[in-house]
């Protein structure tokens, strides 16, 4: 068994008192002090999580966004320099590698952060795909008339070079309503532009801590405004200890993932190896609207036109009374006296913010319109759960 790794704040978590779990390989906070307190400190205030396990990829050269249009699901090409999208990285069936977010740093340059459990997993699709992916129309026109309209080149060289820099970096999310105060109050954070104030949602401004580069994206994973910083590890501990003191007299706590998973599954968010396999096609996880089709070619387009996903299980919200909550696993029915079940908990939880259980789960499409009353087997009692909208929270904006 190889011993999971720690991030550049490990020695901070452990003199908060943090307790870890081994998360995507990684030994991570699951919760400081509870995981209430975490979870509602981050709806009511803000919190302070190390997501330094999350897998950093840059992808550069003349035909970076021509590479990326062929290696993920999403049409990367138009994003403007300063934005972020959400995409996915497809196997040829279809099938679901990773969900990935891309930033475009500059016309040539872009940075992808995958998750941390299938970071091997999206370095090998990327490289696989840098040896065939299209080249882009000034490479063609270069070679004069009569060129087919894709070129498959040989070598990484010729489309784009793919560096992971997971290694060398660390990522700091605080998430919640006073974030952006908690941010812009922080010593050493200076030269920030667009200032905070004026960056939209899914975009991402360019500052410095110390002296040392800051990247700071305003996106996050828990339904509420946050910020993800990313710093040279070096810089890491210095920063988390900036912000700890920066929004402590605004209600910042540090939060662990224990609350994260809670926050995200109120806010309807996939989790890779819940809602997200490679046995699931986008459609079923409510994700068909990600998927560019119109684009010439991208992996997994072949494999998309095959599947008859008709009656294909999808993905829908489950909201319950009482505090009995359906956890990941658990079997769905569609009476209370049925025999056989008819689709499986993703994720569940008891709702720190709605005070009544909810979860995600696969059913049959005949049974997944909002409204529509199906059973939860928990423990052997049939707990009744109503077909529901996702997500189950939307913050005030």
Do not use: C
């Not at 920066?246 to 109120?266: H, K, S």
């Amino acid at each position: 068994m190889t011993e999971p790794r720690t991030t550049a704040l490990h020695d901070r978590h452990e003199a908060l008192g943090a307790s870890f779990t081994d998360f995507g390989g990684w030994l991570m906070p699951v919760r400081y002090s509870s995981d209430l307190a975490e979870h509602h400190a981050v709806r009511t205030g803000a919190g302070l999580f190390d997501i330094s396990h999350m897998a950093e990829f840059l992808v550069t050269g003349p035909d970076a966004a021509a590479f990326l249009d062929y290696a993920l699901a999403g049409a990367i090409s138009p994003m403007r320099v300063g934005k972020a999208k959400y995409s996915l990285v497809l196997a040829e069936s279809g099938g679901i590698v990773d969900d990935v977010i891309v930033y475009r740093i500059a016309d040539d340059r872009f940075l992808v952060i995958a998750n941390a459990g299938n970071r091997d997993a999206v370095a090998t699709a990327f490289a696989e795909r840098a040896q065939r992916a299209p080249v882009a129309a000034s490479f063609l026109a270069e070679r004069g008339a009569g060129v087919e309209s894709f070129i498959y080149i040989e070598g990484v060289s010729g489309v784009a070079t793919v560096e992971d820099l997971t290694d060398q970096l660390s990522l700091i999310a605080v998430q919640g309503p006073v974030a952006r105060a908690v941010v812009e109050a922080t010593a050493g954070v200076a030269d920030v532009v667009p200032a905070l104030a004026d960056l939209g949602y899914y975009a991402w401004s360019a500052g410095t801590f110390d002296g040392e580069p800051l990247f700071i994206a305003r996106t996050g994973y828990t339904g509420e405004d946050g910020f993800e910083l990313l710093v040279p590890n070096r810089a890491a501990p210095a920063l988390w200890d900036a912000l700890l003191a920066a929004g402590e007299p605004l209600g910042l706590v540090p939060a662990g993932l224990a609350a994260r998973d809670t926050l995200r599954l109120e806010a309807g968010m996939p989790l890779y190896g819940h809602e997200l396999s490679l046995g699931i096609v986008p459609a079923q996880a409510g994700l068909g609207r990600v998927v560019a089709a119109d684009k010439d070619d991208f992996v997994g387009k072949s494999g998309l036109a095959a599947v008859v996903a008709s009656d294909a299980p999808v993905l829908v919200g489950l909201a319950g009374e009482g505090r009995r909550a359906g956890r990941a696993g658990y079997a769905v029915f569609d009476g209370a006296d049925a025999a056989t079940p008819v689709g499986e908990i993703t994720s569940g939880a008891l709702s720190p913010t709605l005070g009544h259980p909810i979860a995600m789960a696969f059913v049959p499409p005949a049974v997944s319109a909002a409204g529509t009353e199906l059973f939860i087997d928990v423990r052997g009692t049939r707990i009744p759960a109503t077909v529901t909208d996702l997500p189950f929270y939307r913050r005030n904006k």
